[in-house]
């Protein structure tokens, strides 16, 4: 039950933001999943909420652990602003993220914790993140002191097989 008015409230979030009007909320983090995925509480409800336009490494890949406690320390048990763009296939919100006026996305970018999702990533936006990872590449920040960094989409492939 519970599920279905998350999935409610998602869908009514959704609708609002295809009509135009895409609405900014204000919800609480509950819990931080892992570098890219957080659980928030909205209007009663528990939402699970995944960084749009990022990927973060899995938490059983290199650097996970550190994204996720990077990603911890600027949200857990905060308030934040949720900007929804999309609804994902494990039906969480994908979503722009702030706190304190921060792009969350684009701190997890900036601090070497995260890719540019390019898949998804086809906004403007998408490009001065861009530059923020190759910044980070080249300053060896984050995952990028690992020569061999995997792309979580790769890392996944390799380990369904």
Same mark, same amino acid.
Do not use: T
């Given at each position: 039950m519970k599920l279905l008015s998350a999935?409610?409230?998602?869908? =009514?979030?959704?609708?609002?933001?295809?009509a135009g009007a895409v609405? *900014?909320?204000?919800?609480? *983090?509950s819990k931080v999943a892992d570098g890219d995925s957080l659980e928030v509480e909205y209007a %009663?409800?528990?939402i699970k909420l995944r960084l749009w336009g990022i990927d973060a490494p899995e938490i059983r890949q290199s650097y996970g652990k550190q994204a996720k406690a990077l990603l911890a320390v600027m949200v857990n048990g905060r308030r934040i602003e949720v900007q929804g763009k999309d609804i994902d296939i494990y039906n969480r919100l994908v979503a722009l993220v702030w706190v304190d006026g921060q792009l969350v996305? +684009? +701190?997890?970018? /900036?601090? %070497?914790? =995260?890719? *540019?999702?390019?898949?998804?990533? /086809? +906004?403007?936006?998408?490009?001065?993140w861009q530059r923020l990872e190759d910044d980070a590449r080249l300053a060896r920040r984050g995952l990028w002191a690992n020569d061999k960094a995997i792309p979580p989409w790769h890392w996944r492939r390799m380990t369904r097989h």
């Open positions: 999935l409610a409230l998602m869908l =009514a979030l959704m609708m609002a933001a295809s609405p *900014v909320f204000s919800a609480h *983090v %009663g409800q528990k996305n +684009e +701190e997890m970018v /900036r601090q %070497g914790a =995260a890719w *540019v999702y390019q898949y998804y990533c /086809r +906004e403007q936006i998408c490009d001065s």
